[in-house]
């Protein structure tokens, strides 16, 4: 299993080679809301799947362009769960003219074509990268990316003065991490980022990936059409390390600030909006506390989860019982509940963590959802929170039936 690079050796993660070679048709190495919620269950409204309810939310958002069914394509397909829910939807509402997904991954290709081959509407499968979106011949009204832009490259360890002192070990004289953090002061310069603060962080993190694949949608998108991305997100962005590759959380201002300088209209909330609005839950499977505690494992930074682990008094069958009894009797059920009853149970079994907001076990999940307008030139756009994009009719004179 390939180990993610030492964050001092290598100043940009690339997750492209994983995902073309070594990515298999599993979500178990992955934290995928969408998945968990891939089944009917009483956790989403109306017991809907994930994708349903996204599809419901696109609908009753009126997202899509009012005068035609839509050309839509989903970026990053997984196993296809998000599609298998969302694509009955939206045909059967007959505002879906062609769905097609974009992806890298060859075997994941290959799980979707299998998962969506009964679809009553087909769905057309595209290899390519999402990053390099602009140099595809790909036209679509919407696209939709649900948890796939931490995926993308992240320059990390970025001194937090252009040209200031590195904060990693490696040589002030390495030419491979200043080309990198050159890029990276260009977007923070290009687009006005903000820089942590001094007591917060010696060094961050860019999301140049998500910024060249919004940079992307900017020119691929006509003007009337739009985009809907789901990620996990931090103030600013954050390792995130799985077992066998490192994704990013998305640094929300960052990427607030750059759709803003873009042009795009946009609003930005809590996937709890769509899947059961009003309502904050977690949600927790044995899968994913698995997960956690390798990420921590991995982290040398945070020894707990390894100290736990390794400490030969500690009982984790006794703990595992004790956690499963305050889950309810039963850990393989995904459970919501208020983050601090979650965080109750899991202080009973050892582990101390404080989960706010909407969260697969610390990880907040949001959404940005974005419009270009019709009279779509260099303007700048406006970013509200948790708020509905004010959007001008679409124009009729475009194009229909745009081609993916
Ligand atoms: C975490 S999965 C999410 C899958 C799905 N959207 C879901 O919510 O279940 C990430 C997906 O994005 C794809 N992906 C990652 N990087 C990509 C890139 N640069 N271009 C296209 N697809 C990419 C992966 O192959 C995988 O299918």
Request: proline share 7%; hydrophobic share 40%.
């Amino acid at each position: 299993m390939a180990r993610p690079s030492n964050l001092s050796s290598d100043p940009c993660t690339d997750n492209r080679r994983f995902h073309r070679q070594e990515k298999r048709a599993t979500m178990l190495d992955e934290v995928s809301l969408s998945h968990l919620l891939r089944q009917p269950g009483p956790f989403v409204r109306n017991g809907w799947t994930y994708g349903e309810a996204l599809g419901h939310f696109i609908l009753e958002q009126e997202l899509l362009p009012a005068d035609r069914p839509a050309v839509v394509l989903e970026v990053g397909g997984g196993l296809g769960d998000v599609a298998a829910g969302i694509v009955p939807v939206l045909a059967g509402a007959s505002r879906l003219a062609e769905y097609a997904i974009l992806d890298l991954s060859p075997e994941l290709q290959a799980a979707q074509r299998e998962r969506l081959r009964d679809a009553r509407t087909p769905v057309r499968l595209v290899s390519g990268d999402a990053e390099r979106l602009h140099r595809t011949s790909i036209e679509a009204d919407f696209v939709l990316s649900n948890e796939v832009i931490g995926d993308f490259r992240t320059i990390d360890g970025v001194p937090r003065t252009r040209g200031g002192p590195p904060t990693g070990g490696f040589s002030p004289d390495d030419f491979r991490h200043r080309r990198y953090w050159a890029l990276a002061w260009d977007l923070v310069d290009r687009y006005g980022l903000d820089v942590p603060d001094e007591a917060e962080a010696p060094s961050f993190a860019v999301n140049w990936g998500a910024i060249r694949f919004v940079e992307a949608l900017w020119k691929v998108l006509p003007p009337g059409g739009g985009a809907f991305l789901v990620e996990n997100v931090t103030p600013f962005a954050r390792p995130l390390e799985l077992p066998d590759h490192r994704e990013y959380s998305i640094g929300e201002r960052h990427l607030v600030q750059v759709l803003d300088r873009l042009g795009f209209a946009c609003s930005v909330g809590d996937v709890a909006d769509f899947l059961h609005p009003g309502r904050i839950f977690t949600i927790v499977s044995p899968r994913h506390l698995g997960l956690w505690l390798a990420s921590r494992v991995m982290s040398p930074d945070d020894r707990r989860a390894w100290d736990l682990f390794n400490d030969p008094v500690v009982d984790w069958g006794g703990r595992i019982a004790r956690l499963r009894e305050a889950l309810g009797g039963d850990l393989r059920i995904d459970t919501a509940m208020a983050p601090e009853t979650l965080a109750g149970c899991l202080r009973t079994a050892g582990l101390d963590v404080g989960l706010p907001g909407t969260n697969v076990l610390g990880r907040h999940f949001r959404y940005f959802n974005l419009h270009k307008s019709v009279a779509a030139n260099t303007a700048a756009g406006s970013c509200s929170h948790s708020g509905r994009v004010r959007r001008p009719p679409v124009n009729p004179s475009r194009r229909a039936g745009r081609r993916v």
